[in-house]
């Protein structure tokens, strides 16, 4: 029995893995002929399956490199410790955050455009139609009142735009230095000051940054965000002044263009009724008057509580983005039953003089009221985190 043994596992072994498969093949190909049709058709998917195992590792390296990254990075979704829901939203939606950045970097060019047309079209009114009136009909302190200040509003205006386009937000230095950090930038791989993000849009990280802002085609950052601010302010406030100086105007136009019509519709039906006394020149006085008004009217409402809001965020002494994150703080420091202190808000008056530079008594002339280049106070990378008591700059 023995002997048998050994001698029958001697012989199987002399058969190698090439050999066995090939028999194995050629006893299907013979037992073909009295297997059904379907279990003629389970043997070829076997079959199939096991040829497709075979050569699973004949794919080009690229391929399996490729796959094999993949593999990773869905498996880092699950492997680490620090994955949450932010992490798996971000992943998810970055095809669609990749979009909207790149068409917002695209139309920010459009946008300047847009405001640059708008604002040009006011102008021109402005000085056409309206300034030739007022000379007709006012009185001399009114005309010097309205020359007066809508030449300073409108110095106001484009002075603060071009600084707001033209300024850079400010970046952190992408060389080795000294200037304290909280974070590193996980697309920039540098370090991150204090209030420093990064933004998707200009593809960098931003010093103080409030929001990426389109119609500047420019990040609203440290060093540009005064003028972000004072330029809202300018064009809201010469936008009401507009609105409530040509209501009365704006009435007359429209009861002028409603009296054209009704003439128009009146010679359609055959109603006996006078011509109206508009010429082609005062149509389009009219219709210019009504465009100014509603431009005005709508762009006072709508920016004007844009300008209000980040008024409240400039007296509490935070930025759009520190909003949303001093909001969760807060809400995770009161569960654990603590006050949560914004740590650069500094009292109302004191942020303000920060923001706006004012050092001394006569800044609030020379610095607000006036067109001013000054940079801000401070270099973007360092700030002073806890409240004091007594003012910081004793204006």
Known sequence: ???????????????????????????????????????????????????????????????????????????????????????????????????????????????VCLVVILTGSILVIAYLILLPMIFRTYSPPWIAWHVCYGHWNMVMIIFHYYKAITTSPGSPPTEKNSSPFVAVCKKCIIPKPARTHHCGICNRCILKMDHHCPWLNNCVGHFNHRYFFSFCVALAVGCVYCSISGRDLFIEAYSAIELCIFFKFSVKTNYQTSAPPHTFKEKLIHKSIIYMWVLTSTVAVALGSLTLWHAVLISRGETSIERHINSKERNRVVKRGGVYRNPFNHGRLNNWKIFLGVEKTSHWLTRVLLPSGHAPLGDGLQWDVFPVKKDLIPV
Not at 22 to 37: G, H, K, N
Not at 66 to 71: F, L
């Open 1 to 111: 029995m023995v002997s048998y043994r050994k001698s029958s596992t001697a012989k199987t072994s002399k058969f190698t893995g090439s050999q066995l498969q090939r028999l194995v093949c050629a006893y299907f190909r013979c037992r073909m002929r009295w297997c059904s049709s379907s279990m003629l058709h389970l043997l070829r998917c076997v079959r199939i399956r096991s040829c497709a195992r075979r050569g699973k590792n004949t794919l080009p390296l690229w391929i399996r490199e490729i796959w094999a990254y993949i593999r990773l990075l869905v498996q880092s979704l699950y492997f680490s410790s620090l994955t949450d829901s932010d992490v798996v939203f971000d992943s998810v939606f970055e095809p669609v955050f990749w979009t909207v950045d790149y068409v917002t970097r695209w139309f920010g060019t459009v946008f």
